[in-house]
């Protein structure tokens, strides 16, 4: 069972952003890797190899007025009963329900795009970049796609990569298979409050194309 997401109203990282979080830290985890490895030369040679200086052009959904009022009001609803905790409630999200909740972010508009396979997320990304300690990456940009399977296990989310490619490319096996061991929604449950939201939730289930919520019932 595959899962994903965190509460509508109090939406964060993980509802939005996670995919493009979790690729900008693979980036820096993965330069951190060539750094360790193969020195500095290396990873300067990555961020070349691997990022853009122009963004891509991101796909989008367009909602009308009345289909997001629709949406809003779905999600006001299971908010309601996630915050009450007396009863279960479900809520089936589409990728195109994601989307447009996307577009209205704008942290988030014209940089995110999901799509729902089955039982994995499936994200483009295209993130404008900054200096990261030694590495110079501002004025660059992160165009990238990226694979997650998710689940939820004892109220603790687990996102793990499937897949990333960065500018058309790759990553190298050995890197790759380094980043797979991670789970890349461990920091933000260190948050108190990104944690507790997340607990709030029995089961959150991805089938059909479809993300399918279930708040849990205080005591159970």
Request: charged fraction near 20%; proline fraction near 3%; hydrophobic fraction near 45%.
């Amino acid at each position: 069972m595959s899962n994903e997401i965190n509460p509508p109203k109090k939406r964060g990282c993980l509802f939005y952003g996670c995919l493009s979080v979790a690729i900008l830290a693979l980036l820096m985890i993965a330069l951190g890797i060539a750094a360790y490895f193969f020195g500095m030369s290396t990873a300067n040679g990555w961020i070349r190899d691997y990022t853009d200086t122009a963004p891509a052009e991101i796909e989008k959904v367009e909602y009308t007025r009345d289909q997001m009022e629709a949406l809003q009001a779905r999600l006001a609803v299971f908010q309601e009963a996630m915050d009450a905790g007396t009863n279960v409630l479900e809520l089936a999200l589409t990728a195109d329900d994601l989307n447009a909740l996307i577009k209205g972010e704008r942290r988030w508009k014209d940089k995110v795009f999901i799509r729902l396979d089955d039982n994995k997320i499936n994200g483009e990304v295209s993130m404008p970049l900054q200096d990261f300690g030694p590495f110079k990456m501002n004025g660059r940009y992160l165009n990238g796609t990226a694979s997650f399977k998710v689940a939820l296990h004892n109220g603790v989310l687990d996102v793990r990569l499937l897949d990333v490619q960065a500018k058309g490319q790759a990553l190298p096996s050995m890197v790759l298979n380094e980043l797979k061991k991670n789970n890349l929604a461990q920091d933000f449950q260190n948050d108190p409050q990104t944690a507790a939201n997340i607990a709030k939730f029995e089961t959150i289930q991805i089938t059909n194309s479809t993300v399918i919520l279930w708040n849990k019932v205080k005591g159970q």
